[in-house]
T-cell receptor
Framework: EAGVVQSPRYKIIEKKQPVAFWCNPI?????LYWYLQNLGQGPELLIR????????DSQLPKDRFSAERLKGVDSTLKIQPAELGDSAVYLC?????????FGPGTRLTVT | QKEVEQDPGPLSVPEGAIVSLNCTYS??????FMWYRQYSRKGPELLMY????GNKEDGRFTAQVDKSSKYISLFIRDSQPSDSATYLC??????????FGTGTRLQVFP
C-alpha cells in the first residue's frame, strides 16, 4: 500500500515569493492534516480536513496561508507571500481513525 | 506549561542496551497515545499506538501508558545502531490533532 505522498521534497524561495505544497493521502483515508515542524520541535497542526471540509484551521495564519482539498482526496497548501520565519518542514498526514500516517515532508527554505 | 513534556536528550547508549523513553502530559482527555520514530530529513514513522492505559508489545518495542500518572513510556530492547533517530511521543482524543512532545534524540553506538 502506498504511503502519503508529498511534493516537492525541497523548496528554496526568496522572501515575498509564493510557494505551494501538494499532498496525496493514503487511499481511503478521509482525514487529512497539514503540520508544521520547526527544527528540534514536534509537529504542530496547521489545518485538518474531514473529506473536503476544513474542520480545524485555528492555527493556520490566514493572512498568508491557504489550503484546499478539492474532491476530498489530495490537498494543496499555499503560502503567499513567504517570510523568512516560514522556513520549516511542512508535513502532511492522513488517517482513517486515531492513527495518523505521515508523508516525508517538504523542507522549505526562505532566503 | 506545554501539554506534553519530553526530555530532548540526546540519549547515547551502547548497542544491546535497553532504552527507556518517556513523556508526561497534562490533559486527562487524551485517549490515544503514539510513538513515532523520525530519521534525519524523513517524516515521522508510526511505531506504536495504544488506546487508554496498559502495555503493548511489538517485537523489541514495548509501549506503556499510565493514565493515572499521565505518563507514557517506550522501551526498546536489544537496541541497535539502526534505532538511532529522534523518538516523538504524541497523543490525542480521537481523529483530532496530535499533540507532540519535542522528541528525544537517541544514539546507539556499536
Amino acid at each position: 500500500e502506498a504511503g502519503v505522498v508529498q511534493s516537492p521534497r525541497y523548496k528554496i524561495i526568496e522572501k515575498k515569493q509564493p510557494v505551494a505544497f501538494w499532498c496525496n493521502p493514503i487511499s481511503g483515508h478521509n482525514t487529512l492534516y497539514w503540520y508544521l515542524q520547526n527544527l528540534g520541535q514536534g509537529p504542530e497542526l496547521l489545518i485538518r480536513y474531514e473529506n473536503e471540509e476544513a474542520v480545524d484551521d485555528s492555527q493556520l495564519p490566514k493572512d498568508r496561508f491557504s489550503a484546499e482539498r478539492l474532491k476530498g482526496v489530495d490537498s494543496t497548501l499555499k503560502i503567499q507571500p513567504a517570510e523568512l520565519g516560514d522556513s520549516a518542514v511542512y508535513l502532511c498526514a492522513s488517517s482513517l481513525g486515531a492513527e495518523q500516517y505521515f508523508g516525508p515532508g517538504t523542507r522549505l527554505t526562505v532566503t | 506549561q506545554k501539554e506534553v513534556e519530553q526530555d530532548p536528550g540526546p540519549l547515547s547508549v551502547p548497542e544491546g542496551a535497553i532504552v527507556s523513553l518517556n513523556c508526561t502530559y497534562s490533559n486527562s482527555a487524551f485517549q490515544y497515545f503514539m510513538w513515532y520514530r523520525q530519521y534525519s530529513r524523513k517524516g515521522p514513522e508510526l511505531l506504536m499506538y495504544t488506546y487508554s492505559s496498559g502495555n503493548k508489545e511489538d517485537g523489541r518495542f514495548t509501549a506503556q501508558v499510565d493514565k493515572s500518572s499521565k505518563y507514557i513510556s517506550l522501551f526498546i530492547r536489544d537496541s541497535q545502531p539502526s534505532d538511532s533517530a529522534t523518538y516523538l511521543c504524541a497523543m490525542n482524543k480521537g481523529t483530532d490533532k496530535l499533540i507532540f512532545g519535542t522528541g528525544t534524540r537517541l544514539q546507539v553506538f556499536p
